[in-house]
């Protein structure tokens, strides 16, 4: 079945320093391609989509580009701030059938010092 | 309007008792969404409902578990004879229609613990 695989946190960065979070996908089909995001204490949110390849999703200054060749999602942000620190979750649409549904990663938790 | 609602926000109850969860979706939303959130780990889907219909209860754990929804509003997921491997945060969220590409948005989640 569909997958997705992302890099193990926690990841610990620097105020200012460049994000990169890896997520990688196996799908039969062509799913659409999320990253969802989760802030201490607070629900789970979207902050960016890409429903086809070579789409770029982009929100917040965090940008991802859905690669079909090399069936990844790598979330980016160029600047990371303190109020980035969360959890970050990458998610496909199951492919099998349009319903909608999310199968996620385990989650990367990203910390920013100041 | 509002965002997805669900009660209770913690549920503490002892192994082998039953256990409702509710979700109010955002008015208008056809598609509903049910998934659980263990300790460290990243959601699992558990059902979905296109209005009050489930098409597809395949991701529920075990028939101890189950789900209805009352047309496109209220949905309830009751777990019978709980167990300890129970405990999670389970989650449900809403989209405008039973789309691949359309945003769900979740709300805050019910923490449930088994004693």
């Known amino acids: 079945g569909d997958s997705v695989t992302q890099m193990e946190g926690p990841v610990t960065l620097s105020e200012e320093a460049f994000l990169t979070i890896n997520c990688t996908y196996t799908?039969?089909?062509?799913?659409?391609l999320f990253w969802y995001v989760q802030y201490p204490g607070e629900g789970l949110q979207l902050l960016l989509k890409a429903t086809k390849a070579d789409d770029k999703g982009s929100n917040k200054g965090f940008e991802a580009t859905y690669r079909k060749e090399t069936t990844s999602f790598h979330l980016e942000k160029g600047s990371v701030q303190v109020s980035d620190s969360a959890v970050y979750f990458c998610a496909l649409s199951d492919s099998g059938g349009n319903t909608g549904k999310l199968i996620f990663g385990q989650g990367t938790t990203l910390q920013v010092k100041p | 309007g509002a965002g997805v609602s669900q009660s209770p926000s913690n549920k503490v109850t002892e192994k082998g008792k039953d256990v409702e969860l509710r979700c109010d979706p955002i008015?208008?939303?056809?598609?509903l969404y049910w998934y659980r959130q263990r300790l460290g780990q990243g959601l699992e889907f558990l059902i979905y409902?296109?209005?009050?219909?489930?098409?597809?209860k395949s991701g529920l754990p075990s028939d101890r578990f189950s789900a209805e929804r009352t047309g496109e509003s209220v949905s309830t997921l009751t777990i019978q004879r709980t167990q300890q491997e129970d405990s999670a945060v389970y989650l449900c969220a809403s989209s405008i229609r039973l789309a691949d590409t359309d945003t769900q948005y979740f709300g805050p989640g019910t923490r449930l613990t088994v004693l």
């Open positions: 409902f296109q209005g009050n219909s489930a098409p597809d």
């Open positions: 799908a039969t089909g062509y799913p659409s």
């Open positions: 008015s208008g939303h056809t598609a």
